[in-house]
């Protein structure tokens, strides 16, 4: 479903199981630069109701996530850390503000298709941990995570098809996983979500 290119190696759990409260940290600031994404979607889109009713049941999602794994690491007795800077959300941001041919319509489509990069990575990535950590509860836990997270993949891709007029959105989105494949095998070396 996702058409991911390139599988994060299940080694990469083991790396995230020497530090978990670092991968706990990332993945909160994660969820919470989600809800703040869908929220900056709104504002310039206003004027799309079924978009904008969705982004806000979509950030409100993001946000319980974000309390979420707060609650866990306060139950481990661990400390949400500053947040952190994504280098992979950040050389996907690049990407879309140079693929925008300064169109509002391109605008839209490239800022749909950078969230739906961002959650199908985070579901593909939430599945290797689900499939591959020792702990239990993060096992579970990262199951639901992953479907929601593929629901929201989903939703970009929905709302860019729907509102791309005159852009070939399949096209476009296969040029955005072949940009993904090509920067994404220096990643998942470290305990961060897109790390």
């Known amino acids: ?34 809800a703040s994404n869908a929220i900056t979607i709104i504002t310039i ?6 978009l904008v009713t969705d982004m806000l049941a979509l950030a409100k999602e993001e946000i ?29 941001a690049q990407y879309m503000k140079r693929s925008n041919t300064g169109s509002r319509v391109s605008g839209f489509v490239e800022r749909m298709l950078f969230s739906a990069m961002i959650e199908a990575r985070s579901c593909e990535r939430f599945k290797v ?14 199951r639901d995570l992953m479907e ?29 996983l072949d940009f993904e494949a090509s920067i994404i095998s220096k990643y998942g070396k470290s305990e961060s979500v897109h790390g």
């Not at 689900?130 to 239990?136: G, L, V, Y």
């Open 148 to 176: 929601s997270e593929a629901g929201h993949y989903t939703t970009f891709i929905t709302y860019a098809r729907k509102y791309g007029k005159g852009i070939d959105v399949e096209k476009r989105w296969r040029e955005w």
């Open 45 to 50: 889109n206003s004027e799309y109701p079924d």
């Open 129 to 142: 941990l689900s499939e591959n950590i020792n702990d239990k509860e993060l096992s579970a836990f990262y």
């Open 64 to 92: 319980e996530h974000f309390q979420m794994v707060n609650n866990i690491i306060q139950q481990r007795g661990l400390t949400l850390g500053r947040e952190r800077k994504d280098e992979y959300v950040g050389e996907l």
């Open 1 to 34: 479903m996702l058409r991911l290119q390139l599988p994060t190696d299940p080694r990469w759990v083991n790396i995230v199981e020497k530090n978990i409260e670092e991968i706990l940290t990332d993945h909160a600031w994660c969820e919470q630069k989600a």
